[in-house]
């Protein structure tokens, strides 16, 4: 490649230069063999219960693979560890699945195996050239391995060495500031809190998580606007709700039970209105498999009124919705917003400044249509807004999200039945790792807490979140590199300042189930330590064990796996936890680990003492369904410091690219769950065999003097730094002029180390400056 090195700017200075990995260890670039047919009008019905059966039972064999799916998310089973969307309170359909979690359960059940035999015979480099779905159908991890200083192969090294080599490491740091410990969404509750518990007796808050890079402007938003990070609906109000604004997510493909409350709600009555760049088919109609009407491809049509902003108009599109209640003044709930909420005068100043010029501008959405969404807000006043990664992944995006929140604020629709936030979040668990104290910037209740709970003084110093972490890798300033779960190489932007920084580390170890990147582009040494998946059964010291998650609706619930582990060598990531500790911190902690691993009753007590809403969690925890944590603005209460919801003034943000750019999103097709590839199909979206492609309009295909069936390299453009991802293919697409997409995590080396959100910090996938040209071979 021949664009300049495109280390990042900011931060301090490497002592020497980073060794770069080569290119193709980061991404190979084989084309597949695009296939393209007519995008999909409805989501899901006969083909997805077709294709999920496929997926379980062609990698997981028939008894294994059935065995798991009656368990899913079914009372006391397995919490299906696709997405975060939550179960139904009462009555579960014996098929609680959709077709991405059966994909999700069928790779972790796979029944074939990587051996050390297969480490023997592939070097790292040998396998760096695979694609990231090769990796994935390689089979599942089956003992601990570890690459030597100069080694190209992994070989197998017992737990207790392993254990002691990370301890020796860790121990010999200048500071404990030098480790950073990365956790991704599928950790359990558990897990989770013996990990944060173990990080902070080391001696560090470095616990940067996938969160950072998902639902962090979420929180960031939500918190002093709300009091409270997280979303205030039940999934029983989706069924109360009379208007549903589903903006920048797409539920068919990424939540699919979701549509199951959709239709649900649609049928009583309820309106929907979508606002995305992309014409969604799960935002449009919905076949539902669990009935026969949905088998037989009658589906319920979901959405209202569509709104195809371009990519990051959200901020513009919903001041100009304000600014219509504001200026009409008859919609607003007065009794509301004097009694309940606080900086009404300043948010109303600020909304006059918004021009609807550039408000249309930056939306792309006419005056006339923006009327007809006010209409609608203005018509009814229980309303829910749903969103996802399209609002959270922008420069401004905890400034769209408080909009959001404001818009809510002026109907009154959060605190009463059928109304209220939800952001839906992505990893099935992310949420409450979340709440297990996984955080680099802790609050000083939870320190204090911790602290009392296991008598020693947790750091207060504020750890490195994901893209700080990178650059502490890349500038020597971290040198241990754990990763609990996850893919931190390919899922973190920059791929190549991120590879490079993974490369300058003493020590990288992935607790993982199977093979992905992040294990071939290694610190000097590398371990991986292979653990048990969520549908495998926990048995520590004879006992079975069940774990617990946190769903996006704030809904604790026991997980128990029922599979044979896939290996006898396999541990559970509890006990991974805690002879980590043990080995690390020997006579340095008094906490009893083993005694802790042993009964996960006994991590749950200690839990329940430290973070409120837990009480009686053993408890609670067997109990069907499990329990809701409390949620104070679900009753109409606001814990913020003023003690009322806080409407947020914010200038319209100006948002745009260069003349002869476009904006770039990065999106997750219908076959992927994040960087792991499950197959190559775009179903709904009609692309298939091909994740190689940049989704364009006809006319900004015309202007660049290029045709549909193109092959091009994307350039990126941030402040004087280039960054090139070559050969994609042109497909002429329904997308707003000015704006193109493409599939993460193919194109994450475009998206910029530097290029972050205001105040939560998360990469900007979802808004990357791109021009394209022809390749040139
Ligand atoms: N099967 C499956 N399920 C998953 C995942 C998976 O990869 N596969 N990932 C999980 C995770 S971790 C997460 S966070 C969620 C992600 O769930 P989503 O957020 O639904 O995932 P994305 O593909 O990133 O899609 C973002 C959507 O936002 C739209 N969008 C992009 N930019 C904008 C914008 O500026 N404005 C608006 N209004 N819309 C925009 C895109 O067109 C797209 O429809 O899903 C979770 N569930
Ligand atoms: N460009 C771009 N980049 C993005 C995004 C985007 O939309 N665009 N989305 C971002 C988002 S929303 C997220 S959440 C992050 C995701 O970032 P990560 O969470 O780091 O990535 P995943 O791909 O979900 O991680 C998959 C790996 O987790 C391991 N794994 C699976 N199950 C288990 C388990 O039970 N235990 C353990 N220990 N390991 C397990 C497997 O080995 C698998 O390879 O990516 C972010 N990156
Ligand atoms: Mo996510």
Redesign the pocket.
Known sequence: MDHEPNLSTSGGSADRPPAQPAPEALCPEEFTGLKLTEPKSAAAGATAVAVSLGHVFSTAGFRRGFRTLTLLNQAQGVDC?SCAWPDPDGHRSLTEFCENGAKAIAW?ADTRRLTSEFFRTHSIDELAKQTDYW??QQGR?TEPLVLRPGSRHYEPITWDAAFRLIADELNALASPDEALF?T????SNEAAFLYQLFVRQFGTNNLPD??N???ESSGSALTPSVGIGKGTVKLEDFEKSQLILILGQNPGTNHPRMLTALQAAKRAGAKIVAINPLKEAGLLAFRNPQEVSGMLGFGTPLTDLYLQVRIGGDQALLKGVMKVLVERGTALDRAFIAEKTDGFDAFTAALAEASWEQITAQSGIAREVIEQLADLIAANERIIACWA?GL??HKHAVATIQELVNLLLLRGSIGKPGAGLCPVR??SN?QGDRTMGIFERPAAWFLDALGREFNFAPPDKHGFDAVEAIRAMRDGRAKVFF??????L????DTEVTGSALKNCRLTV???????R?HLVTGRTALILP????TERDTQNGKEQFVTTENSMGVIQMSRGSLVPASRHLLS?VAIVARLAEATLGARSAVPWSELANDYDRIRERIERVIPGFQDYNARARHPGGFYLPNPPREGTFPTATGKARFTSHPLHAVGVDPGQLVMM???THDQ????VYGLDDRYRGIKHERRVVLMNAADIRAAGLAAGDVVDLTGHYRRERRVAPHFIVVEYDIPPGCCATY??E??VL?PLDSTADISNT?T??FVAVTLARSAN
């Open positions: 560890p972790e990796h994935g991890l990365y991704s969404g599928r950790t996938c969160s890079m998902c639902h990664m959270t992944q992505g990893h992310v990763a609990m779960g996850g893919n931190f390919s899922a973190t932007p992935h607790v993982s189930i199977k093979l992905n992040s653990c048990l998946g969520r990531e990065t999106i997750r769950f994040n960087t792991t993460f995590p194109t994450n998206v990469p996938s979802k």
